[in-house]
């Protein structure tokens, strides 16, 4: 079958390779549609300790199911899905207490050995498989993935809905929290990113402020609107020492911050200022089956759209796609790799 394989820093190319083997408890999918993450993009650029030449990435998909193996049921061959692409081993302290995305010993398709849905078809175990409606379009569908890390964040950070949240990176992640606490509710949201093009699409989308992290008063204009004193809800999307350090500054005392990025490992923050402010940090990382759920389900009510800033190409040009989200990417957010057969018309 034919796949879009990470071949070294910057390089993809379209090989053919095995078939995947469908095994007990497994559906095999016709994927149609496969979107590009942050972590896809860090991977072609080299960046990535786990995504390793030879390798067929992705992992947020909309595909069809062609046939399952034994000991499946409930899934008739062409039903349209995704499927949730942390896997878990089930039956560790993590596991059993609903947190599968620290199981010591998840998996991700697209990542380490276990290839991805760059590739016409996949088997994936049928428990992760989640059906779509057919009205559903494929750009739509591929963002459960994301929304679906979003949503997680949001459980395990807020008990409260805060009053001004300043959202710093407006990336696909970054977006996704914008649309969702508009969604949720929150009266003042802001974005922060140095990519015009972006924060545009973040003024459509909600923003009540955009601020250019280039500024040399970025955190300023933040902590300015913020009524002077700073935002109540900080989320950091980015994952760099510097846009780590604008998050700390941008929050308010007692504020929550809420780290997701995952550009750098090891970034300094003024601890003993955080300390003394008393700033509740966060991390969140992927999402649990139940998140993946809830995102299915906010997805489908289409309550939202992503679709002008969302750029779709055949796989075949991967490498092109690849090449201009990683350096040039302009106002598009997400983009997506057409595989097989469009599952909807149009
Ligand atoms: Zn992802
Ligand atoms: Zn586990």
């Known amino acids: 079958m034919r796949a879009l394989v990470y071949v070294g820093p910057e390089r993809m190319e379209m090989q053919q390779v095995a078939e995947p083997e469908l095994r007990p408890g497994e559906a095999l999918l016709a ?43 409930g899934w008739r061959p062409k ?13 560790c302290p993590a596991c059993l207490s609903g947190r599968q995305n620290v199981c ?17 078809r996949i088997a994936v175990p049928a428990c992760q498989l989640h059906s779509l409606s057919e009205s559903l379009p494929e750009e739509e569908a591929i963002l459960v993935e994301p929304m679906a890390v979003v949503l997680h964040a949001f459980r395990i950070s807020l008990v409260e809905t805060p009053g001004t949240m300043a959202i710093v990176g407006a990336g ?13 509710g929150l009266p003042q949201v802001c974005v922060m990113d140095v990519n015009e093009g972006r924060l545009e699409a973040a003024r459509r989308l909600g923003a009540d402020l955009v601020v250019h992290g280039g500024h040399r008063d970025a955190v ?27 998050a700390v500054a941008a929050a308010a005392k007692g504020a929550r911050l809420v780290f997701l990025g995952l550009a750098e490992n ?56 690849f090449l201009k989200i990683a350096h040039d990417p302009g ?16």
Request: net charge neutral; aromatic share 8%.
């Open 172 to 184: 696909p992640i970054g977006m996704l929290a914008l649309v969702l606490a508009k969604l949720r």
């Open 79 to 91: 039903a349209r899905v995704c499927f949730n692409p942390l896997v878990s081993c089930g039956v």
């Open 220 to 246: 300023e204009e933040v902590r300015a609107w913020a009524g002077g004193a700073g935002a109540e809800c900080v989320l950091e999307a980015v994952g760099l020492a510097a846009t780590r350090r604008a």
């Open 266 to 321: 090891e970034s300094a923050l003024p601890w003993i200022e955080m300390t003394r402010n008393e700033q509740a940090v966060f991390t969140a990382f992927a999402y649990t089956p139940r998140d993946f759920q809830a995102s299915v389900r906010l997805v489908e009510s289409r309550r939202f759209d992503l679709k002008p800033w969302t750029e779709s190409l055949p796989l075949e040009e991967g490498q092109r796609g």
């Open 31 to 73: 994927v149609s549609a496969a979107g590009v993450c942050g972590s896809d993009i860090h991977g072609f650029l080299g960046h990535s300790e786990r995504r390793k030449a030879g390798l067929v990435m992705g992992h947020e998909t909309v595909a069809r199911v062609l046939e399952t193996g034994p000991g499946v049921s």
């Open 104 to 120: 010591p010993d998840w998996r991700l398709f697209g990542m380490d050995r276990l290839h991805g849905t760059y590739a016409e």
């Open 331 to 346: 106002s598009t957010l997400k983009l997506l790799l057409r595989v097989g057969e469009p599952s909807r018309a149009a």
